[in-house]
């Protein structure tokens, strides 16, 4: 067998600390914005010239979370609840062979300040410190396929969960000047339903808590409804 050694070209600074609550596929939320920086090898200009007249650019990384840790022929997609089986390359399934994935995500500017080169992204699906091995610019003419069929995941997953605020989390989110988009974050970020399918069945009341930017947000869910009911910072 043919051993390949791929070295990241940069990394991802994303508000995502931990992969619960990341949606599963880029662009669902809009409000997640990111770093893309730059290695030292690749912190030049020239890596990027052109790369701003496009609106979107492909992400290929390493899933270094879970990597290391294998994977099996079949998984069981959350889009089809979690109990039903699909092989690994029929998904888009995390612990697959290489631990390789891809993100197509809104190009939002390019930036060199104090010595580092940066892409400003957003739309992503990306946990903080993931290393990217590649980046290519997303051509509509050729990547669009307006007749392409998707099986089990033909359409964009909705919910009708619903997200309220204590008044606590309000109060907090208010404070928060330097993110004027917290509160829409948030509220996407939940509407996406990020229990694990087992859990959705269940009618108790249940509380779960993620960790946005340095924001550790707690919630309580009582059917399709959400209620933030605390915000502190780290
Ligand atoms: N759009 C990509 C693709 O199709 O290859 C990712 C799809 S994968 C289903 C999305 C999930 O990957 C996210 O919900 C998050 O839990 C997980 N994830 C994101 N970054 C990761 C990383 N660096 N390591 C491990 N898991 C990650």
Redesign the pocket.
């Known amino acids: 067998m043919d051993n390949y050694t791929l070295s990241p070209i940069g990394h991802i600074h994303s508000p995502?600390k931990q992969?619960?609550a990341?949606?599963?596929?880029?662009r669902l939320v809009s409000e997640a914005k990111a770093e893309l920086r730059f290695c030292d090898e690749f912190n030049r200009e020239e890596f990027v010239r052109g790369i701003e007249a496009f609106s979107h650019l492909w992400i290929i990384?390493?899933?270094?979370?879970?990597?290391e840790k294998g994977y099996s022929a079949l998984v069981r997609p959350p889009r089809l609840g979690g109990n039903e089986r699909k092989g690994v390359f029929a998904t888009?399934?995390?612990f697959r062979p290489n631990g390789?994935?891809?993100?197509a995500v809104k190009l939002e500017g390019v930036e060199y300040k104090n010595g580092q080169l940066r892409l400003l992204l957003s739309g992503i699906?990306?946990?903080d410190?993931?290393?990217v091995l590649d980046i290519k610019p997303y051509l509509p003419y050729s990547d669009a396929l307006t007749d392409a069929s998707a099986g089990f995941a033909d359409t964009r997953p909705e919910t009708e969960m619903t997200v309220t605020f204590d008044e606590q989390a309000e109060l907090f989110i208010s404070d928060q000047k330097d993110y004027p988009e917290l509160k829409t974050f948030i509220s996407n970020v939940l509407k996406q339903d990020p229990r694990p399918a087992y859990k959705k069945k269940r009618d108790d009341q249940q509380s779960y808590g993620m960790t946005l930017y340095d924001f550790n947000i707690r919630w309580v869910v009582d059917n399709t409804h959400n209620h933030v009911v605390e915000i502190t910072k780290n």
């Open positions: 995502y992969k619960f990341i949606p599963r596929q880029p990384f390493r899933f270094h979370e879970t990597a888009r399934a995390t390789i994935g891809m993100s699906d990306l946990l410190g993931t290393p």
